[in-house]
T-cell receptor, first 114, second 115 residues
């Protein structure tokens, strides 16, 4: 079964520091990967998606992710975080079993402090 | 463009009571999803509609949960009777079609507390 594992439940970081949120996936078929952000009391918003092509994918709000097939990872990165980046981040894989659905990881809470 | 609308935003009920959530997707979106997000977990797909037909309801607890999308537009998710473990945020999402390059847009969710 296809699934995703987010290795860190919470990542504290100071403002303007770089951050990496880790995600590993398991898949035996074509891989389509997504990162979503959820701000407090809000729905999920798409940050970026990896479908094919370049292994470095740029998303919104200065985030990017590097897809590594050999390590089955798609870690999310930002070189300099802001207080406003404090949120929950979810990695997801698109599962295709005749119909397509997103399978989410358990999430990583990014806490940015001054 | 209006986003996915959900109501109510919050609901508190006692166990064994019934509750219903409403979702109005983005206009023209054929696909509608209901997700359950339990505290500390990622969203889990409960049911997926393509227009007014069910595509996937494999993780919907059908003994107590039901959902409909009669006219292929808005949708209702019902729980009857509710259990304590149903406490969660229920997210509705919609997309134009089901495809890998089509983004799903999420509503703000309904937070259900069962006491």
């Amino acid at each position: 079964a296809q699934s995703v594992t987010q290795l860190d439940s919470q990542v504290p970081v100071f403002e303007e520091a770089p951050v990496e949120l880790r995600c590993n996936y398991s898949s035996s078929v074509s891989v389509y990967l997504f990162w979503y952000v959820q701000y407090p009391n809000q729905g999920l918003q798409l940050l970026l998606k990896y479908l094919s092509g370049s292994t470095l994918v740029k998303g919104i709000n200065g985030f990017e992710a590097e897809f590594n097939k050999s390590q089955t990872s798609v870690h999310l990165r930002k070189p300099s975080v802001h207080i406003s980046d404090t949120a929950e981040y979810f990695c997801a894989v698109l599962v295709d079993t005749g119909f397509q659905k997103l399978v989410f990881g358990t999430g990583t809470r990014l806490l940015v402090s001054p | 463009e209006a986003g996915v609308a959900q109501s109510p935003r919050y609901k508190i009920i006692e166990k064994r009571q019934s509750v219903a959530f409403w979702c109005n997707p983005i206009s023209g979106h054929a696909t509608l999803y209901w997700y359950q997000q339990i505290l500390g977990q990622g969203p889990k797909l409960l049911i997926q509609f393509q227009n007014n037909g069910v595509v996937d309801d494999s993780q919907l607890p059908k003994d107590r949960f039901s959902a409909e999308r009669l006219k292929g537009v808005d949708s209702t998710l019902k729980i009857q009777p509710a259990k304590l473990e149903d406490s969660a945020v229920y997210l509705c999402a919609s997309s134009l079609v089901v495809a890998v390059n089509t983004e799903a847009f999420f509503g703000q969710g309904t937070r259900l507390t069962v006491v």
